[in-house]
T-cell receptor, first 115, second 115 residues
Framework: ETGVTQSPTHLIKTRGQQVTLRCSSQ?????VSWYQQALGQGPQFIFQYYREEENGRGNFPPRFSGLQFPNYSSELNVNALELDDSALYLC??????????????FGNGTRLTVT | GDSVTQMEGPVTLSEEAFLTINCTYTATGYPSLFWYVQYPGEGLQLLLKATKADDKGSNKGFEATYRKETTSFHLEKGSVQVSDSAVYFC??????????????FGQGTILTVHP
C-alpha cells in the first residue's frame, strides 16, 4: 500500500510569486484535503476535494486554489504569495463512504518559505 | 465554531514516567475524536481514534477515552519511552455531510522524554 506522497519537500519563493504543490493520495482513497501548518501551530484546514470538485473550504482567501485529477492526485496553487504564507503544507487523503469515512492519512508535507 | 484546546506545553518527562496530555473540545453534533503524532521533519501519523461517547481508542500503549459529559479526550500512557518524544495533536471531525476531509486541530503539545 502506497502512502501519501508530496512534492517538492522544500521550496523557496519570493513575495508576489505563484507556487504549485503536488500530492499523490494513498491507494484506494478518493478524497484529498490540504492543510497549512504555521510554525508551532496546529494544522489549519484549507479545502478538500472529492470527485475532482472542491466541496469544503476553510477560512482561506481565493488566491488559494486547487485541483483534483481523475487518479485522485491533487495540486494546491497559491497566487500572489505573502510572507505569512510561509508554512508546512500538508496533504491528507481518505476514503469517503456512504457508511463510514476512513481516518485521514497525511503526507510529510512541503515546507514553503516566502522571502 | 468547533474548536479543540490542548494543555500548554512543552511537557518534559523521564523515561518510564506516566503521561497525560489534556484535550477538550467544543463542537456541534457528535464528532469523532483523534490523536495524531508528528515526529521531527515528518507529517502527521494517526495514533488513535474514537467515534462515539465512551469509546476508548488505544495504540502503542497510548489510550484516550471519549468523554461526552466533560467534552474531553485526554491522552495517557503508563510508561513513556525516549522514542515517544514528538508533538501530539488532538483533533475532531464532525460526522455527516461533507466533513470527511476536515479536521479541527488543537495547537499541539511538545513531549520530550529523557533517558
Amino acid at each position: 500500500e502506497t502512502g501519501v506522497t508530496q512534492s517538492p519537500t522544500h521550496l523557496i519563493k519570493t513575495r508576489g510569486q505563484q507556487v504549485t504543490l503536488r500530492c499523490s493520495s494513498q491507494s484506494g482513497h478518493n478524497t484529498v484535503s490540504w492543510y497549512q501548518q504555521a510554525l508551532g501551530q496546529g494544522p489549519q484546514f484549507i479545502f478538500q476535494y472529492y470527485r475532482e470538485e472542491e466541496n469544503g473550504r476553510g477560512n482561506f482567501p481565493p488566491r488559494f486554489s486547487g485541483l483534483q485529477f481523475p487518479n485522485y492526485s491533487s495540486e494546491l496553487n497559491v497566487n500572489a504569495l505573502e510572507l505569512d504564507d510561509s508554512a508546512l503544507y500538508l496533504c491528507a487523503s481518505s476514503l469517503a463512504g456512504a457508511v463510514r469515512n476512513s481516518p485521514l492519512h497525511f503526507g510529510n508535507g512541503t515546507r514553503l518559505t516566502v522571502t | 465554531g468547533d474548536s479543540v484546546t490542548q494543555m500548554e506545553g512543552p511537557v518534559t518527562l523521564s523515561e518510564e514516567a506516566f503521561l497525560t496530555i489534556n484535550c477538550t473540545y467544543t463542537a456541534t453534533g457528535y464528532p469523532s475524536l483523534f490523536w495524531y503524532v508528528q515526529y521531527p521533519g515528518e507529517g502527521l501519523q494517526l495514533l488513535l481514534k474514537a467515534t462515539k461517547a465512551d469509546d476508548k481508542g488505544s495504540n502503542k500503549g497510548f489510550e484516550a477515552t471519549y468523554r461526552k459529559e466533560t467534552t474531553s479526550f485526554h491522552l495517557e500512557k503508563g510508561s513513556v519511552q525516549v522514542s515517544d518524544s514528538a508533538v501530539y495533536f488532538c483533533a475532531l471531525r464532525l460526522s455527516g455531510g461533507t466533513s470527511y476531509g476536515k479536521l479541527t486541530f488543537g495547537q499541539g503539545t511538545i513531549l520530550t522524554v529523557h533517558p
